[in-house]
């Protein structure tokens, strides 16, 4: 029993010390910042989508617009992202989700830039959880205007990937959101509202558009809402509700995922004059994911 046990945590430290072997590779890319995709995203959010004139600042987050991912159709994996390897490090686990995000703001990104992106991959963990085996892969992401040699944006993106769910697993943990919200907007993510997102960031997950893949193969009760999409309609709220705001610090955390059952709330409070508090609460009232934005 020992002796297995050894073998196990054997291949388990050198299937770690191979997937390290990504930390520090980078990967760049360039665009154009386009009115298209930003009027597209302000139909999606029920806003105008009138097409922006040149120099209209991007919000917060709607960077992710560009840069897509523009792998071929031959190299799509089972779960609609790319084949494993390449830039991202293999790893041998089936589910991927985006963990969380943090951001500094340095200027605008605006219609008409001409951008780059450098991105460095700068850790890979491997843990043990509730649910199994976890990898976590931290990337960090700069985005530089033409000729600035200041980066725009910083953006560090976690990603934890999963074991295969089992019967009788343990559920995600669980914590009550905060019902003292002094902003609140209902949000009915319905088939559509995931698909048009899916199709303006080129995100061909299937956990987000396929019914019988999300729950016979991924084991979800449904089609699970985009991180990034609960991000932005937070940062979207804050909009609304502050539209002279000029953030320049964003993280978020998801906590729980959320499915296209049922409605959720967008939730917001400032908490003193420089610091909101975003949080998204699901329909019996679990925190779905907790945010903080800064302001200048």
Known sequence: MNAG???????????????????????????????????????????????????????????????????????VGPDGHAERGGFLPPVPLPRRMWAGSQFEFSRALCIGDIVTRRSTIVDVTEKRGRSGALVFVKVRHEIRRAAEPVPALIEFHDLVYRDAPTAGGSAPPSTIASTTSLWERTISPDPVLLFRYSALTFNGHRIHYDRSYVTEVEGYPGLVVHGPLIATLLLDLLRREMPAADVTRFQFRAIRPLFDLDSFSVCGSPSDGKTVQLWARDHEGWLAMDATAVLR
Do not use: M
């Open 5 to 75: 046990g050894n073998a196990e945590g054997s291949a388990t430290e050198s299937r770690t010390a191979d997937l390290r072997q990504w930390i520090g590779k980078t990967e760049s890319a360039s665009d154009v910042i386009t009115a298209t995709p930003y009027a597209a995203l302000a139909a999606t959010l029920d806003r105008p989508a009138a097409r922006p004139a040149t120099g209209t600042p991007l919000p917060p987050l709607w960077h992710w617009l560009y840069f897509l991912p523009l792998y071929c159709q031959s190299d």
